[in-house]
C-alpha cells in the first residue's frame, strides 16, 4: 500500500518568492494534516483537515501561509511571500480520521519537503 | 514551558546496554501518549502508544505516570539500529489527534 506521497521532497528558493507543496495521502484517510519540523526539534502542527474542511489551522501564520484540500484528497500548503525564517522540513500525515475510532488516531507521515530560502 | 519537554540527548550507549527516556508533558487534560521513532532525514513513524498500566513491545516498554505527568521509554539490549531520535508525543484533545510532539532525544548505538 502507498504511503503519504508529497512533492518536491527538496526546494530551495530566494526569499519573497512563492513557494508551494503538494501532498497526496493514504487513500481512504479522512483527515490531512501539515507540520512544518525544524532542525532539532519536534514537528509543530499548522493545519488539519477533516475531509476538505479545515477544522484547526491556529498555528499557521495566515498572513503568508495558505492551505487547501480541494475534493478532500490531495492537499497544497503555500508561502507566499517566502521568509529566511521559513527554512524548515513541511510533513504533510494523514489518518483515518476521529469517525474511526482508536483505529483511526495513528498518523502516518510522509517524507516532507525539505525548504531552503537563501 | 513547553508542553512536552525531553532531553535532547544525545545518549551514547554501547550495543547491548539498556537506556531509559524520559518525557514530561504540561497539560494535565492530555488523553493519550505515544513515542515516535525518527531515523536521520526521515519522517517520524509510529513506535508505540503508551497505556496507563504500561505497556510491552519486544525490547521497548513504556510507561506512563498521570499524576505525576511522566511518560518513559525503556529500550533494551540496544541494537546499533536502534539509533535514531525518540519522540515523546501527547495528544491534548478528546475525540481527535491534537498531537503535541516534544523536541526529542537523540539515541546514539555503537558496537
Known amino acids: 500500500e502507498a504511503g503519504v506521497v508529497q512533492s518536491p521532497r527538496y526546494k530551495i528558493i530566494e526569499k519573497k518568492q512563492p513557494v508551494a507543496f503538494w501532498c497526496n495521502p493514504i487513500?481512504?484517510?479522512?483527515?490531512l494534516y501539515w507540520y512544518l519540523q525544524n532542525l532539532g526539534q519536534g514537528p509543530e502542527l499548522l493545519i488539519r483537515?477533516?475531509?476538505?474542511?479545515?477544522?484547526?489551522d491556529s498555528q499557521l501564520p495566515k498572513d503568508r501561509f495558505s492551505a487547501e484540500r480541494l475534493k478532500g484528497v490531495d492537499s497544497t500548503l503555500k508561502i507566499q511571500p517566502a521568509e529566511l525564517g521559513d527554512s524548515a522540513v513541511y510533513l504533510c500525515?494523514?489518518?483515518?480520521?476521529?469517525?474511526?475510532?482508536?483505529?483511526?488516531?495513528?498518523?502516518?507521515f510522509g517524507p516532507g519537503t525539505r525548504l531552503t530560502v537563501l | 514551558r513547553k508542553e512536552v519537554e525531553q532531553d535532547p540527548g544525545p545518549f551514547n550507549v554501547p550495543e547491548g546496554a539498556t537506556v531509559a527516556f524520559n518525557c514530561t508533558y504540561s497539560?494535565?487534560?492530555?488523553?493519550?501518549f505515544f513515542w515516535y521513532r525518527q531515523d536521520c532525514r526521515k519522517e517520524p513513524k509510529l513506535l508505540m502508544s503508551?497505556?496507563?498500566s504500561g505497556n510491552e513491545d519486544g525490547r521497548f516498554t513504556a510507561q506512563l505516570n498521570r499524576a505525576s505527568q511522566y511518560i518513559s521509554l525503556l529500550i533494551r539490549d540496544s541494537k546499533l539500529s536502534d539509533s535514531a531520535t525518540y519522540l515523546c508525543?501527547?495528544?491534548?484533545?478528546?475525540?481527535?489527534?491534537?498531537?503535541?510532539f516534544g523536541t526529542g532525544t537523540r539515541l546514539l548505538v555503537s558496537p
Open positions: 500525515a494523514s489518518s483515518l480520521g476521529s469517525s474511526s475510532g482508536s483505529l483511526g488516531n495513528e498518523q502516518f
Open positions: 487513500s481512504g484517510h479522512n483527515t
Open positions: 483537515y477533516e475531509n476538505e474542511e479545515a477544522v484547526d
Open positions: 497539560n494535565s487534560a492530555s488523553q493519550s
Open positions: 503508551v497505556y496507563s
Open positions: 508525543v501527547v495528544n491534548t484533545r478528546r475525540g481527535f489527534q491534537k498531537l503535541v
